[in-house]
């Protein structure tokens, strides 16, 4: 069955560094992976969108890469701050006329000042 | 900032009652959604519209029931709350099949439930 596997353990960083986070699919062919930021009690907002054919994506601090050899999505912040600290979604999508979207679990961030 | 609204935020309500969750965006997105979130789980989709006159099921199957009479105004309705149905329901909405190509969903603030 298809599956979405997200680190479900906290992940702490010191303010500064660089956060990596982990997004893992099976039995998938996505035509696109998506990634979310949730805010405890909020819905999620959306960040940025990486399709099959694109390596690596860029916005700001925030930087995806989409191998789908590996079937892996790597999530990294730079520069982390406090205000990062969040729960962060991984989203995907196998494209067609009803784009299904399926959302990971979730991992959450916790940045230490 | 997304254009798409919930009430109530919370909502406390007892057995058996009936309840409308209300939610309406003005981006004029023709895709509507719901979602069913509990703390620290992932999201399940419960509900979903392509456009005014379309509603369908999602992969989580629910009691509750959804009309979409107008673009903007997709609400979700309980007959008869049991406390089974406490959870967190987000409402989203996008463009896709509209002007995009790509299902970027925008999530409401969400409605926090609990049925005593």
């Known amino acids: 069955s298809q599956k979405i596997e997200q680190n479900s353990e906290a992940l702490n960083i010191q303010e500064g560094k660089t956060a990596t986070l982990t997004c893992n699919y099976t039995n998938y062919s996505p035509a696109y992976l998506q990634w979310y930021r949730q805010d405890p009690g909020r819905g999620p907002v959306f960040l940025l969108l990486i399709r099959e054919n694109e390596k690596e994506k860029r916005k700001e601090r925030l930087k995806v890469t989409f191998d789908t050899t590996l079937k892996q999505s790597l999530f990294h912040i730079t520069a982390s701050q406090p205000a990062d600290s969040a729960t962060y979604l991984c989203a995907l999508s196998q494209g067609g006329g009803y784009q299904k979207v399926t959302f990971g679990i979730g991992t959450k961030l916790q940045v230490i000042p | 900032e997304a254009d798409i609204y919930q009430t109530p935020r919370y909502l406390v309500i007892g057995t058996g009652k009936k309840i409308t969750l209300e939610c309406s965006q003005t981006m004029g997105h023709d895709k509507m959604y719901w979602y069913q979130q509990d703390p620290g789980m992932e999201l399940h989709l419960i509900h979903y519209?392509?456009?005014?006159?379309?509603?369908e099921k999602g992969d989580l199957s629910s009691e509750s029931t959804v009309s979409r009479i107008r673009t903007e105004h997709f609400p979700l309705t309980l007959e008869s709350a049991r406390p089974s149905h406490t959870s967190q329901y987000l409402c989203a909405s996008s463009s896709f099949g509209g002007t995009s190509s790509e299902d970027t969903q925008y999530f409401g603030p969400g409605t926090r439930l609990t049925v005593l």
């Open positions: 519209s392509y456009g005014v006159n379309s509603t």
